[in-house]
C-alpha cells in the first residue's frame, strides 16, 4: 500500500497536535492509502526533513522554499485562517496607538514574515518606526516587553493567543492586522504529482461530508480553498520588499 508522510508546522503542533491525526486517518479512509503523520516539535528539525516529505503543511515563509527550491506542488490552504500580527505595548505606555509606533524602537523577529505584514500595515498609514530590535523567537520579543527592554512590539497573532493570562495582564494589546496575505498551505511533494488530483478533490469537498466537518473543525479550518500562484506572489513579494 502506497504511505504518505504528512508533515505540519510546528506552530501548529505546539497544542492539541493529536487533532492532525484524526486529518490523516480521513486521507488514509478516504485516498485508499495510509497518510502517517510525522510531528517536528522545533523548527531546526522540521526545516531539516520537510522537503523529504509527501505532504508538508508550512506557514507562508516555509512554503515559499518548498515551492520555489524544491518544486512542491500547492493543493490548499484554510478558508478562514491568515497569519496576522498583534501590536504590543508595556504595561508603562497610556493609552497606545499606531500613531505612537512612529519613529519608536520596537522589538519583533526581524526575519520573519508577520514582521513584514507589520511595516506593510504602518507604510499604509504613512507610520515609520524606527529601529526594529531583534529578538530569536515571539516569546523573546514578549519577554523583552516585560522586561521594559521597549514599550512596543510585533507579535505573532498564534503566540499572543497562546500565552498565559498572567502573561497577558503585563501586556497591552492595542491593534490586530487584517490585511489576509499571509496564511499557512498544504503542499505536495512532486515526487507524489499523480496524486495532486484526487487530494485536491478531496479536500476541497470535505466541508461537504459530516465526517469531513468534524476533522475539519477540530482544525478550526472552516474550509480548504486552491492556493494560487498570484497569491503565493504576494506573500514572496511582501518579503523583498520589506528585507
Not at 499557512?184 to 488530483?197: A, E, F, G, I
Amino acid at each position: 500500500m502506497t504511505k504518505l508522510i504528512l508533515m505540519i508546522c510546528p506552530h501548529d503542533t505546539a497544542q492539541n497536535p493529536e487533532r492532525w491525526y484524526f486529518l490523516t486517518q480521513y486521507l488514509s479512509q478516504q485516498l485508499g492509502m495510509h497518510v502517517e503523520f510525522e510531528q517536528s516539535l522545533q523548527f531546526s528539525e522540521f526545516h531539516e526533513r520537510m522537503a523529504d516529505a509527501d505532504l508538508v503543511y508550512a506557514n507562508p515563509q516555509d512554503s515559499l522554499e518548498l515551492r520555489h527550491q524544491h518544486h512542491f506542488i500547492p493543493l490548499v490552504r484554510p478558508a478562514n485562517l491568515y497569519d496576522e500580527v498583534v501590536f504590543v505595548a508595556s504595561e508603562s505606555v497610556n493609552q497606545p496607538t499606531l500613531a505612537m509606533l512612529a519613529g519608536q524602537r520596537i522589538a519583533t523577529v526581524t526575519n520573519m514574515l508577520l514582521t513584514k505584514v507589520a511595516l506593510q500595515l504602518l507604510h499604509q498609514q504613512a507610520i515609520h518606526p524606527g529601529e526594529l530590535i531583534n529578538k530569536d523567537s515571539w516569546l523573546a520579543v514578549v519577554n523583552s516587553l516585560i522586561k521594559g527592554e521597549t514599550d512596543f512590539a510585533f507579535v505573532y497573532q498564534d503566540t499572543y493567543n497562546s500565552l498565559s493570562a498572567t502573561s497577558r495582564e503585563m501586556l497591552q494589546p492595542f491593534y490586530r492586522s487584517t490585511q489576509q496575505v499571509a496564511f499557512h498551505n498544504l503542499q505536495l511533494n512532486p515526487r507524489q504529482s499523480q496524486h495532486k488530483s484526487q487530494l485536491e478533490q478531496l479536500l476541497l469537498l470535505m466541508n461537504s461530508t459530516p465526517k469531513g466537518v468534524e476533522v475539519l473543525e477540530r482544525l478550526s479550518i472552516s474550509q480548504w480553498l486552491s492556493v494560487t500562484e498570484t497569491e503565493l506572489a504576494v506573500i514572496k513579494n511582501l518579503i523583498e520588499q520589506y528585507t
